[in-house]
C-alpha cells in the first residue's frame, strides 16, 4: 500500500538551533511529495514540493528538503528555527499513476516545537 | 489568505442530520478537493472535481456525496450523521494539472452531538 510515514510525533528544538522533520514514503515509481504546515485555527499552507530535477528543494520562509530516492526520504530542514514557525507540519505524496489528480497521501504529521 | 473560502467555519449537528458544506475555489482554479481530518485517522483524502466532473475518490462514505457547480464552487453533502463523523473538512483547490499544489481554505469544523 502507499503510505506516508512521519516517524516522530513531536519535534522540539531551540529558537537558532537547526531543525529536521523527517518524512518517508512507500510508493513504487517515482512520486511527488510536499510540505504543508497547518497553524492553529489555520488551514494547511504549501511550503515547497519535489517533481524531479534537483534532490534539493527551496521552500517558503527558509525551509528547504531533500529528496533521497534511495532511503525514500523526504526530510524537511531549516537551518535555524524561530519560534514562529512552531506548527504542526505533514509530509505528502502525489502517488505515481494517478495521472488524472493531485489527490495526496498525507502523514500523520509532526508537532514542530521551538523554544526560545 | 489562501483564497479558498469555506463555509460555515463551525457547525454543531445532531446524529441522523444531513448538512451541506460550501467551498469556493480561488479564483481560476478548475480543482477542487475534499479532505477529513480527523484525531484518529488524521488527513484523509475524500474526493477531487475536475471542472464539474469527478476525478477520484478516496476513502469516501457512501452517506457522503459531492459536487462541483458551473461556476466551478462545490459542496460537500453528508447525511445520516454519526458521531464519528466529528472532524475538520477541508477544501483545497488548484489550478489545473497533478504536479501543481493545492491550496487549502480554513476549514469546516463538524461536531455531530
Known amino acids: 500500500a502507499q503510505s506516508v510515514a512521519q516517524p516522530e510525533d513531536q519535534v522540539n528544538v531551540a529558537e537558532g538551533n537547526p531543525l529536521t522533520v523527517k518524512c518517508t514514503y512507500s510508493v513504487s515509481g517515482n512520486p511527488y511529495l510536499f510540505w504543508y504546515v497547518q497553524y492553529p485555527n489555520r488551514g494547511l499552507q504549501f511550503l515547497l514540493k519535489?517533481?524531479?530535477?534537483?534532490?534539493l528543494v527551496k521552500g517558503s520562509y527558509g525551509f528547504e528538503a531533500e529528496f533521497n530516492k534511495s532511503q525514500t526520504s523526504f526530510h524537511l530542514k531549516k537551518p535555524s528555527a524561530l519560534v514562529s514557525d512552531s506548527a504542526l507540519y505533514f509530509c505528502?505524496?502525489?502517488?505515481?499513476?494517478?495521472?488524472?489528480?493531485?489527490?495526496?497521501?498525507f502523514g500523520q504529521g509532526t508537532t514542530l516545537q521551538v523554544k526560545p | 489568505d489562501s483564497g479558498v473560502t469555506q463555509t460555515p467555519k463551525h457547525l454543531i449537528t445532531a446524529t441522523g442530520q444531513r448538512v451541506t458544506l460550501r467551498c469556493s475555489p480561488r479564483?481560476?482554479?478548475?480543482?477542487v478537493y475534499w479532505y477529513q481530518q480527523s484525531l484518529d485517522q488524521g488527513l484523509q483524502f475524500l474526493i477531487h472535481y475536475y471542472n464539474g466532473e469527478e476525478r477520484a475518490k478516496g476513502n469516501i462514505l457512501e452517506r457522503f456525496s459531492a459536487q462541483q457547480f458551473p461556476d466551478l464552487h462545490s459542496e460537500l453533502n453528508l447525511s445520516s450523521l454519526e458521531l464519528g463523523d466529528s472532524a475538520l473538512y477541508f477544501c483545497?483547490?488548484?489550478?489545473?494539472?497533478?504536479?501543481?499544489?493545492?491550496?487549502f481554505g480554513q476549514g469546516t469544523r463538524l461536531t455531530v452531538v
Open positions: 505528502a505524496v502525489r502517488p505515481p499513476g494517478s495521472s488524472n489528480t493531485g489527490k495526496l497521501i
Open positions: 479564483s481560476g482554479d478548475l480543482s
Open positions: 483545497a483547490s488548484s489550478v489545473a494539472g497533478v504536479v501543481t499544489e493545492a491550496f
Open positions: 519535489y517533481i524531479t530535477g534537483d534532490n
